[in-house]
């Protein structure tokens, strides 16, 4: 069903608190609010900042023991960004690079890439207002789920652990539903717009065939070990956890070591009590990290342990194919149930719907088919809800990530989309070479998401442009 296909959709940008899934399951995820990038302003263009703009920046920066009265450090068409809205983004995104092991800039200029970055999500949230994109709170519930569980921990913990970096979690679910308006907006308005032709396509076949060397592009199956390490942990618990990582490390580097059984034993990542594999890939969708790590190492080769803000990573080469073109991908025929949401259909009714129609499905009343073909407002609905075959990243993230979480012959419980919410039943899954057809696929793929991620820079540099925004000298 083409309206699914997810085109390696754009992740959402905003940033998170240091507090991530471990990097392997991060891809297309949304993640905790508040942290950063690399640059906070590379969706900003070259924006200049004031002279104003750079005093209240340096305001925001102020020493963070000593308390200050709130006040107004920008007017953002009709909405005031305070000097305390600064600081607490200021002093998560310190906390998210200083957990990632990278370099924490200079306190004002740190602080004027964040009040840049506040002023862009303020601009973009009145946009998806304004233009009627709405969030249910069914959503936002689902988003929190898939934040804990990323995290691999219950709702409940994570609140706890919020709290305790003074993030509210009304103002958590209130972050994450804006990073939802977001997201819907950015979709709505750039997918239309971006086309690949097949002369793209052609090219981008063309440079991939005359790649070599190291940086040639490749395909890639990882054995993962992850040894993770809490938010806050002490330096006695971190260095625990390093000498079990360490560990692990060791004895994955024994010739007659059974990986597998390695990670069953030490790793705490989702995939770990299925040996740790994470599936033959090409390279570029897996976390840079890993890529760092593992692209000189030969078949066999184990990496690490490599930190991250998730904790201690241990790395085994499994199989590596050249130009990451012709490797075995693991395909997944999946059948779903979709209900469009409307003004006479909210998104926690719908959710309610598909729940009763889970019930009747597992208590054997009804048949996952049946319903599809009495219910479901998709293409697919004539064929029982069947989607066919399909590769990993095929679909829309949301869906994607419910797909992954299954069994065969298991049945998800409702997942929301911008398509509307879905019930999804996993079929089979199974390993199989690409075809022709799946490589232009991955290669048109490929080119859409560039493209994407360039419209996207276009379109926000436009949508700064025309805002309103007037910056306040702090009070004297």
């Given at each position: 069903?083409r309206?699914?296909?997810?085109?390696?959709?754009?992740?959402?940008?905003?940033?998170?608190l240091g507090f991530?899934?471990?990097p392997?399951?991060?891809?297309?995820?949304l993640?905790?609010?508040?942290?950063?990038?690399?640059s906070l302003a590379?969706?900003?263009?070259s924006?200049?900042v004031?002279p104003?703009?750079?005093?209240a920046?340096?305001?925001a920066?102020?020493?963070?023991g000593?308390?200050?009265?709130?006040y107004?450090v920008?007017?953002?068409?009709s909405?005031p960004?305070?000097n305390?809205?600064v600081?607490?983004r200021?002093?998560?995104?310190e906390?998210?690079?200083?957990?990632?092991?990278?370099?924490?800039p200079?306190?004002d200029?740190?602080?004027?890439?964040?009040?840049e970055r506040?002023?862009?999500?303020?601009?973009?949230?009145?946009?998806?207002v304004e233009s009627g994109?709405?969030?249910d709170?069914y959503a936002?519930d689902?988003?929190?789920?898939n934040?804990?569980?990323q995290n691999?921990?219950?709702?409940?913990?994570?609140?706890?652990r919020?709290?305790?970096?003074?993030?509210?979690?009304k103002?958590?679910r209130q972050?994450?539903?804006n990073?939802?308006l977001?997201?819907?907006?950015r979709?709505?308005?750039?997918?239309?717009?971006?086309?690949?032709?097949?002369?793209?396509?052609?090219?981008?076949?063309?440079e991939?065939q005359?790649?070599s060397?190291?940086?040639a592009?490749?395909?890639i199956?990882?054995?993962?070990i992850?040894?993770s390490?809490?938010?806050?942990?002490?330096?006695?618990?971190?260095?625990?956890?390093?000498?079990?990582?360490?560990a692990?490390a060791e004895?994955a580097?024994?010739?007659?070591?059974?990986f597998a059984?390695?990670?069953?034993?030490y790793?705490?990542?989702?995939?770990?009590?299925?040996?740790?594999?994470?599936?033959?890939?090409p390279?570029?969708?897996?976390?840079?990290?890993f890529?760092?790590?593992?692209?000189k190492l030969?078949v066999?080769?184990?990496?690490?342990?490599v930190?991250?803000?998730?904790?201690f990573?241990?790395?085994?080469?499994?199989?590596?194919?050249?130009?990451?073109?012709?490797?075995m991908?693991t395909?997944?025929?999946?059948?779903?149930?979709l209900l469009r949401?409307?003004?006479?259909?909210?998104e926690?009714?719908?959710?309610a719907r598909?729940a009763?129609?889970?019930?009747?499905?597992l208590?054997g009343q009804a048949s996952?088919?049946?319903l599809?073909?009495?219910?479901?407002q998709?293409?697919?609905?004539?064929q029982?809800?069947?989607?066919?075959?399909?590769?990993p990243?095929?679909?829309?993230?949301?869906?994607?990530?419910?797909?992954?979480?299954?069994q065969?012959?298991?049945v998800?419980?409702?997942?929301?989309?911008?398509f509307?919410v879905?019930?999804?039943?996993?079929?089979?899954?199974?390993?199989?070479?690409?075809?022709?057809?799946?490589?232009?696929?991955?290669?048109?793929d490929?080119v859409?998401?560039k493209?994407?991620?360039?419209?996207?820079t276009?379109?926000?540099?436009?949508?700064r442009?025309?805002?309103?925004?007037?910056?306040?000298e702090?009070?004297?």
């Amino acid at each position: 069903m083409r309206t699914l296909l997810n085109h390696r959709a754009l992740a959402l940008g905003l940033a998170c608190l240091g507090f991530l899934a471990h990097p392997a399951a991060q891809a297309q995820k949304l993640r905790l609010p508040g942290g950063a990038g690399p640059s906070l302003a590379r969706d900003q263009g070259s924006t200049k900042v004031s002279p104003a703009a750079a005093a209240a920046a340096e305001a925001a920066a102020a020493v963070p023991g000593i308390r200050q009265a709130d006040y107004i450090v920008a007017i953002v068409n009709s909405e005031p960004l305070t000097n305390n809205e600064v600081k607490a983004r200021v002093a998560r995104v310190e906390k998210t690079l200083s957990g990632q092991g990278m370099a924490v800039p200079p306190q004002d200029v740190l602080a004027r890439e964040v009040l840049e970055r506040l002023i862009l999500e303020k601009i973009l949230q009145q946009q998806a207002v304004e233009s009627g994109v709405r969030v249910d709170d069914y959503a936002v519930d689902q988003a929190e789920q898939n934040v804990a569980r990323q995290n691999e921990i219950s709702v409940e913990d994570m609140h706890r652990r919020l709290a305790a970096e003074g993030l509210d979690p009304k103002r958590f679910r209130q972050e994450l539903r804006n990073q939802l308006l977001v997201q819907r907006l950015r979709e709505r308005e750039l997918e239309s717009r971006v086309r690949v032709s097949e002369v793209e396509v052609e090219q981008y076949l063309r440079e991939q065939q005359g790649s070599s060397g190291a940086n040639a592009p490749f395909a890639i199956n990882l054995g993962h070990i992850l040894v993770s390490v809490p938010e806050n942990a002490s330096a006695a618990v971190v260095d625990a956890a390093q000498a079990r990582a360490q560990a692990a490390a060791e004895k994955a580097r024994v010739s007659a070591s059974d990986f597998a059984a390695l990670a069953r034993e030490y790793s705490d990542a989702p995939e770990g009590k299925q040996g740790g594999q994470l599936g033959l890939r090409p390279a570029d969708r897996y976390p840079e990290l890993f890529i760092d790590a593992a692209r000189k190492l030969p078949v066999g080769g184990v990496a690490g342990p490599v930190r991250s803000a998730a904790g201690f990573h241990v790395l085994k080469v499994l199989e590596r194919t050249s130009a990451g073109m012709q490797a075995m991908v693991t395909q997944n025929h999946v059948r779903h149930i979709l209900l469009r949401t409307n003004a006479q259909l909210n998104e926690a009714t719908a959710a309610a719907r598909l729940a009763d129609y889970r019930r009747r499905i597992l208590t054997g009343q009804a048949s996952f088919e049946a319903l599809a073909r009495e219910h479901s407002q998709d293409g697919s609905a004539a064929q029982g809800g069947d989607l066919g075959w399909a590769a990993p990243g095929r679909y829309v993230p949301e869906f994607e990530q419910a797909v992954q979480t299954l069994q065969p012959g298991e049945v998800s419980p409702p997942v929301v989309s911008r398509f509307g919410v879905h019930l999804i039943q996993l079929v089979e899954r199974r390993e199989v070479p690409l075809t022709p057809r799946e490589q232009r696929e991955l290669a048109r793929d490929a080119v859409r998401e560039k493209k994407l991620e360039d419209a996207y820079t276009t379109w926000a540099q436009e949508q700064r442009a025309r805002a309103y925004v007037e910056y306040r000298e702090p009070p004297q």
